[in-house]
């Protein structure tokens, strides 16, 4: 298990994070949902379920962040494909910068010895 990332055990915390990481991704590579739960297990947030990803997808389309095409499927029904759209871009480019700057505050309270605090 060397070289494997921690994983995300709050679900609060994945809760927050969750429709930047799939913008994230999907800003890569367009993906179909179930794919997309894959790639997120691939990065290291196994425990991360359809259930919880399907509604997230939903919502970001709805908000406009994400756009979808369906494309048709020898293995059964057509897949909804999803990308970002500028907004969605925009809005991952903004939650990058918030979870960056947060980040650096959690590591550096983290690092302050008991004694400063």
Known sequence: MKDEPPQVRDPQLLKGVLPMLILALLDEDESYGYELVTRLHEAGLVGVAPGTVYPVLTRLEREG???SRLVASDA???RKYYR???TGRTALTVAGAGWRS???VVDHVLATPEEER
Do not use: E, Q, R, S
């Open 65 to 67: 962040n994400l756009a």
């Open 76 to 78: 059964g029904p057509a």
């Open 84 to 86: 970002p759209t500028d």
């Open 102 to 104: 947060l980040a650096a």
